[in-house]
C-alpha cells in the first residue's frame, strides 16, 4: 500500500461497482501469484498466447477465444476480424489483414448499431471507428434490420443488459434475424457478469460470432485484460491482427504477466461457487443496512435486490436519502472524506429518483471496509 501514499493518490473504497474509473476490481491472491510466477521467466509468446487462449476457449466452452487488452481491445479486434473476413473476395488475407486503418481497402467497412437513446449510455460503439470502418445506425425495430443491411456490412453490434436495450430489440430478438440474414454478430457483452453462464450464452445459445468480455470487471482479472469468444475463424484472425506482428492489434499488446493473471482469475471465476461470492456480498450489505437503521435519525427507505445495476445476479442494496438530498451530493460528501467512499449513484438514463443510492459489495475488501461505507453514508444522510 505504500505507493499510493508515496505517489501521493488517495485509496478510494468502493462502493460502487466495477468501474474502470476507480480501477475495476481487486485481483485474488492467486492471481496475483500466477502474475509474479509467469513475470520470473522467458517463454515463446507466440505459444504462450496460443495455450492460453485454447485454454480460455475450454474453460468458458467456446469454440474459441482470444486474450486481449480490455474489452475494448476485443471490440476493436473482433471488429476487425470480421471487415477481414467478410471481403476476402477482393483480396487476400495476408494483404487485407495489414490494411488498418485504410477502411478503403474493404469490401465490408460498416458496422451497424441500433439507433437510439442508448447509443449516449453506452458509448463504446465509438470505439469501432478505431478500425477506419463507418458506424451506422439501425431505426431501432426488427423489420430496421432488415432495412439496413447492405453489401457493405461487416457486421451488426450488440449491447445487451436491460438499460441498453430499453426500446430496442434484445439480443434474442435480433440475433436470430442477422443469422437468417447471415450477417456477423458482435455481442459486448463487458459487464454482464455473472452469471459466468453468460460466457457462452451469446455464443453458444443465441449463435453471436464474437462476444466480449472485460478481464478486469467482474472477472476480477488484471485490469488491462478483456476477452473474446466465438467461432474459431474469427478468433485466428484476431490472432493474426495480434502482437507479435505489427498490425492493428500490436497495440494491444497483452504481457506474459498479463495472461497468466486472466487465465487464472478465469479459472477461479468459473469455478467458485456463486452462492459463495452471493452470500458474502449478502452478508457485507447485511452489516452495512443494520447500521444504517441503528443510526440514522431521519426518514429513509431501504430495499434489496437480487439484480446488479446493469442486470447482473448480484445483490444490492438501494437507498432512498432524506427529502432534498441527492445521490450526487452523498458522493461528493463521502468522497471527500478522510478514507473516500465512492457509493452508487445512478446516471440519468436509468431515470431512477435523485435520492437513490445502491451499494454494492462485490469490492469491499471486509467488514471492516463495510462499516466505513455505512458511517459514511451515515453522517451525509444525518448532515444538516
Ligand atoms: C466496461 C465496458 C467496456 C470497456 O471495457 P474495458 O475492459 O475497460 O476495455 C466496453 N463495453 C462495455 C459495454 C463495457 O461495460
Known amino acids: 500500500?505504500?505507493?499510493?501514499?508515496?505517489?501521493?493518490?488517495?485509496?478510494?473504497?468502493?462502493?460502487?461497482?466495477?468501474?474502470?474509473?476507480?480501477?475495476?476490481?481487486?485481483?485474488s491472491e492467486t492471481t496475483l501469484?500466477?502474475?509474479?510466477?509467469?513475470?520470473?521467466?522467458?517463454?515463446d509468446m507466440d505459444c504462450l498466447l496460443d495455450q492460453v487462449c485454447a485454454r480460455a476457449a475450454e474453460i468458458t466452452g467456446n469454440e474459441a477465444a482470444f486474450v486481449t487488452t480490455g474489452a475494448s481491445g476485443?471490440?476493436?479486434?473482433?471488429?476487425?476480424?470480421?471487415?477481414?473476413?467478410?471481403?476476402?473476395?477482393?483480396?487476400?488475407?495476408?494483404?487485407l489483414l495489414e490494411c488498418f486503418p485504410?477502411?478503403?481497402?474493404?469490401?465490408?467497412?460498416?458496422?451497424?448499431?441500433?439507433?437510439g437513446e442508448f447509443l449516449e449510455s453506452v458509448p463504446y460503439w465509438k470505439l469501432l471507428k478505431l478500425t477506419g470502418g463507418k458506424v451506422v445506425p439501425v431505426k431501432p425495430v426488427l423489420d430496421g434490420i432488415r432495412e439496413a443491411v447492405t453489401g457493405r456490412t461487416a457486421a451488426f453490434v450488440l449491447f445487451p443488459s436491460p438499460l441498453y436495450e430499453r426500446g430496442i430489440p434484445t439480443c434474442e430478438e435480433a440475433i436470430p434475424v442477422l443469422k437468417e440474414l447471415s450477417v456477423p454478430?458482435?455481442?459486448?457483452?463487458?459487464?454482464?457478469?455473472?452469471?459466468p453462464s453468460n460466457l457462452s450464452?451469446?455464443?453458444?445459445?443465441?449463435?453471436?460470432?464474437?462476444?466480449?468480455?472485460?478481464g478486469g470487471k467482474h472477472i476480477?482479472?488484471?485490469?488491462?485484460?478483456?476477452?473474446?469468444?466465438?467461432?474459431?475463424?474469427?478468433?485466428?484472425?484476431?490472432?493474426?491482427?495480434?502482437?507479435?506482428?505489427?498490425?492493428?492489434?500490436?497495440?494491444?499488446?497483452t504481457g506474459k504477466e498479463e495472461l497468466a493473471g486472466f487465465l487464472a482469475a478465469l479459472e477461479e471465476f468459473v469455478l467458485t461457487p456463486r452462492e459463495d461470492v452471493f452470500n458474502r456480498q449478502q452478508a457485507l450489505l447485511d452489516i452495512i443496512q443494520s447500521y444504517i437503521e441503528a443510526n440514522v435519525s431521519k426518514e429513509i427507505s431501504i430495499k434489496r435486490q437480487d439484480m446488479g445495476r446493469l442486470g447482473t445476479y448480484?445483490?444490492?442494496?438501494?437507498?432512498?436519502?432524506?427529502?432534498?438530498?441527492?445521490?450526487?451530493?452523498?458522493?461528493?460528501?463521502?468522497?471527500?472524506?478522510?478514507?473516500?467512499?465512492?457509493?452508487?449513484?445512478?446516471?440519468?438514463?436509468?431515470?431512477?429518483?435523485?435520492?437513490l443510492i445502491f451499494l454494492n459489495a462485490y469490492n469491499l475488501k471486509g467488514e471492516e471496509e463495510a462499516y466505513l461505507v455505512a458511517r459514511a453514508v451515515t453522517e451525509y444522510i444525518e448532515l444538516n
Open 102 to 115: 485504410d477502411a478503403s481497402a474493404f469490401e465490408k467497412n460498416e458496422f451497424l448499431v441500433f439507433d
Open 201 to 214: 450464452y451469446y455464443s453458444r445459445k443465441l449463435g453471436a460470432d464474437a462476444v466480449i468480455f472485460s
Open 314 to 355: 448480484q445483490p444490492l442494496l438501494l437507498l432512498s436519502l432524506p427529502e432534498g438530498k441527492t445521490a450526487g451530493e452523498c458522493n461528493k460528501y463521502t468522497r471527500s472524506l478522510q478514507k473516500p467512499v465512492d457509493i452508487g449513484t445512478y446516471t440519468k438514463e436509468f431515470r431512477m429518483p435523485e435520492n
Open 185 to 195: 454478430v458482435i455481442v459486448d457483452a463487458s459487464a454482464q457478469l455473472p452469471p
Open 220 to 253: 476480477r482479472g488484471p485490469q488491462s485484460t478483456g476477452l473474446i469468444v466465438g467461432r474459431k475463424n474469427l478468433m485466428s484472425l484476431c490472432r493474426k491482427l495480434a502482437s507479435p506482428h505489427e498490425r492493428l492489434g500490436r497495440g494491444f499488446k
Open 1 to 27: 500500500m505504500e505507493f499510493y501514499e508515496k505517489i501521493g493518490v488517495t485509496r478510494i473504497i468502493n462502493a460502487s461497482e466495477t468501474y474502470t474509473k476507480l480501477g475495476g476490481s481487486l485481483m
Open 74 to 95: 476485443g471490440v476493436i479486434l473482433s471488429a476487425a476480424a470480421c471487415m477481414v473476413e467478410g471481403s476476402m473476395s477482393g483480396a487476400s488475407e495476408e494483404v
Open 33 to 43: 501469484e500466477a502474475m509474479r510466477e509467469a513475470a520470473g521467466a522467458f517463454v
